[in-house]
């Protein structure tokens, strides 16, 4: 991972140092190239608002890769409307497992400017992509949302619902992430929508741990949740009117297994099922099962 010159402020041989004290198998550097300043170097306090946010506006972010006997690479990755510091870095991971520069199980040393780390100069951590974070990325399971820390709230609160259950009971439950517009044609509710007539701030997974709980209660009534690719609670208790005639089921699949099929095969939405058998959480896309989780 040696390089030739320094960047955010410290010597790529610190860089390299702390690459190898933590056992980092690549170092990614993430700069806004549209900041004129030069932000990499004359390291100082700042004061409290001295920095202005300007990801409102187009651009994009230049990423460096170093990586042990091989070339360092460097590309642009343009601006999404994602504006938290954690999606950002996740949508910016999901890019390099996109473009093979990272795999699974790889350790990363990520050096970000003061445009990402806002009133610090520089912020440095170390990131795994772990077999969540690389299925994400290599199957592109995010394309549609407005960040990837989406799915992972979904995933995370699927698999506490797999592992506790409820009430002592195993619960099986079914998560819809798409366009609502898309979905409203093959949806209809079972009951009365728990989530009608809520602030959608108030609904946001993403943004509101509280939610969990209510999601884990919800998560006991038949039917499925569905969700925005903005990550905000659209329905729960909601029943899939799809056609499965034509899916051939796998041994121990069950009607949700086949609606998580059918509805991601008709619609660019993403499905993660609950299995109440075992509490394995499993993600369909394109009509296929793409990952099972424990």
Same mark, same amino acid.
Request: hydrophobic share 40%; proline share 1%.
């Given at each position: 991972?040696?390089?030739?010159?320094?960047?955010?402020? #410290?010597?790529?041989?610190?860089?390299?140092?702390?690459?190898?004290?933590?056992?980092?198998?690549?170092?990614?550097?993430?700069?806004?190239?549209?900041?004129?300043?030069?932000?990499?170097?004359?390291?100082?306090?700042?004061?409290?608002?001295?920095?202005?946010?300007?990801?409102?506006?187009?651009?994009?972010?230049?990423?460096?890769?170093? =990586?042990?006997?091989?070339?360092?690479?460097?590309?642009?990755?343009?601006?999404?409307?994602? =504006?938290?510091?954690?999606?950002?870095?996740? /949508?910016?991971?999901?890019?390099?497992?996109?473009?093979?520069?990272?795999?699974?199980?790889?350790?990363?040393?990520?050096?970000?400017?003061?445009?990402?780390?806002?009133?610090?100069?520089?912020?440095?951590?170390?990131?795994? $992509?772990? =077999?969540?974070?690389?299925?994400?990325?290599?199957?592109?399971?995010?394309?549609?949302?407005?960040?990837?820390?989406?799915?992972?709230?979904?995933?995370?609160?699927?698999?506490?619902?797999?592992?506790?259950?409820?009430?002592?009971?195993? $619960?099986?439950?079914?998560?819809?992430?798409?366009?609502?517009?898309?979905?409203?044609?093959?949806?209809?509710?079972?009951?009365?929508?728990?989530?009608?007539?809520?602030?959608?701030?108030?609904?946001?997974?993403?943004?509101?741990?509280?939610?969990?709980?209510?999601?884990?209660?919800?998560?006991? #009534?038949?039917?499925?949740?569905?969700?925005?690719?903005?990550?905000?609670?659209? *329905?729960?208790?909601?029943?899939?009117?799809?056609?499965?005639?034509?899916?051939?089921?796998?041994?121990?699949?069950?009607?949700?297994?086949?609606?998580?099929?059918?509805?991601?095969?008709?619609? *660019?939405?993403?499905?993660?099922?609950?299995? /109440?058998?075992?509490?394995?959480?499993?993600?369909?896309?394109?009509?296929?099962?793409?990952?099972?989780? =424990?």
């Amino acid at each position: 991972m040696e390089t030739e010159e320094s960047i955010v402020g #410290l010597s790529l041989e610190t860089l390299n140092q702390l690459a190898h004290e933590i056992k980092a198998d690549c170092i990614v550097t993430v700069s806004d190239q549209d900041d004129n300043a030069d932000i990499w170097m004359d390291i100082e306090v700042l004061k409290e608002g001295e920095i202005e946010d300007d990801r409102e506006d187009e651009g994009s972010y230049t990423i460096q890769v170093y =990586r042990e006997e091989k070339n360092p690479v460097e590309y642009l990755f343009k601006k999404t409307k994602t =504006r938290q510091f954690d999606g950002i870095i996740a /949508e910016i991971v999901s890019d390099l497992i996109k473009k093979s520069y990272v795999t699974q199980n790889m350790k990363l040393l990520i050096a970000t400017d003061r445009t990402l780390a806002k009133k610090y100069n520089v912020a440095l951590f170390a990131f795994d $992509v772990n =077999r969540v974070l690389y299925r994400i990325g290599k199957f592109n399971l995010a394309e549609n949302m407005n960040s990837e820390t989406v799915i992972e709230s979904v995933i995370e609160v699927a698999q506490e619902i797999g592992a506790e259950g409820r009430e002592g009971k195993q $619960v099986g439950t079914l998560f819809v992430i798409g366009e609502p517009k898309e979905l409203e044609h093959y949806t209809k509710q079972l009951i009365m929508n728990p989530f009608h007539g809520y602030d959608k701030d108030l609904l946001n997974i993403v943004h509101n741990d509280n939610l969990k709980e209510t999601i884990k209660n919800f998560a006991q #009534l038949d039917g499925a949740f569905t969700i925005n690719n903005d990550g905000d609670l659209l *329905s729960a208790g909601t029943y899939l009117d799809v056609d499965t005639s034509n899916i051939k089921p796998y041994q121990g699949w069950g009607t949700k297994h086949l609606a998580a099929t059918a509805i991601t095969k008709i619609t *660019s939405s993403v499905a993660i099922l609950v299995s /109440e058998s075992g509490g394995a959480v499993k993600i369909f896309k394109n009509g296929k099962l793409v990952l099972r989780l =424990r």
